[in-house]
């Protein structure tokens, strides 16, 4: 059982080069996430995926593009890198039940430098 | 605006000790509470989630709720040198854009052999 997988592990871009973090869950949950992780920041909320068909900002969403593709992938797209955007980025996945919040299940995440 | 705060450490305990991690968040609402353990370079894997004032127990681990005060901890007993990582402590409310989660900026454990 894979859980949440996200590819690439490792990527280096140049300022203006797009490209797209893909992640995908095999635990048939609702709800999808994407996050980053700056030192001395913590992990901040990009975007997220309440269920297939809707998608909604985070708490930083400037720069990013999402796209729930069906229920197992949600990717996270940059049009034109900037250094800023040098982070670690997290996927995670949960389910969703009536009047509970279920914990969040995280990939190992993508490393992403922009020079 | 949701906050969640932790000390951020590091905090050095003995091998054996008992490990407290703290955190406050300021939504009155919250409803559920986890704790996450996340290694150098590793991603956060969950360790307790706790939804009702009191105590929860798994094992080493003991989470402690208190509406009342807004706090919730973590504690670790018997601590042992594969603890020593970064806690997060995560929140969340209902109807808050739904199933988000406000993370702390961890706190730095360290367990001395």
């Known amino acids: 059982n894979a859980g949440v997988t996200q590819t690439p592990k490792f990527q280096v871009l140049k300022t203006g080069q797009s490209m797209t973090l893909q992640c995908a869950q095999d635990?048939?949950?609702?709800?999808m996430y994407w996050y980053r992780q700056d030192p001395g920041m913590g992990l901040r909320l990009i975007y997220y995926?309440?269920?297939?068909?809707?998608?909604d900002k985070g708490e930083v969403p400037n720069g990013y593009n999402v796209s729930r593709l069906n229920k197992r992938e949600f990717s996270l797209r940059l049009e034109s890198a900037a250094p800023s955007q040098t982070s670690v980025y997290f996927c995670a996945s949960s389910e969703t039940l009536l009047g509970r919040d279920q914990p969040q299940h995280f990939g190992d995440g993508t490393r992403l430098s922009i020079l | 605006q949701k906050e969640v705060e932790q000390n951020s450490g590091p905090l050095s305990v003995p091998e054996g000790a008992i490990a407290s991690l703290n955190c406050t968040y300021s939504?009155?609402?919250?409803?559920?509470f986890f704790w996450y353990r996340q290694y150098s370079g590793k991603s956060p894997e969950l360790i307790m989630s706790i939804y009702s004032n009191g105590d929860k127990e798994d094992g080493r681990f003991t989470a402690q709720l208190n509406k009342a005060s807004q706090y919730v901890s973590l504690l670790i007993r018997d601590s042992q040198p594969s603890d020593s990582a970064t806690y997060l402590c995560a929140v969340n409310a209902p109807g808050a854009g739904s199933y988000q989660l406000t993370f702390g900026k961890g706190t730095k454990l360290s367990v001395i052999p």
């Open positions: 939504d009155r609402v919250s409803q559920s």
């Open positions: 995926s309440a269920s297939e068909g809707t998608t």
């Open positions: 635990m048939n949950h609702n709800s």
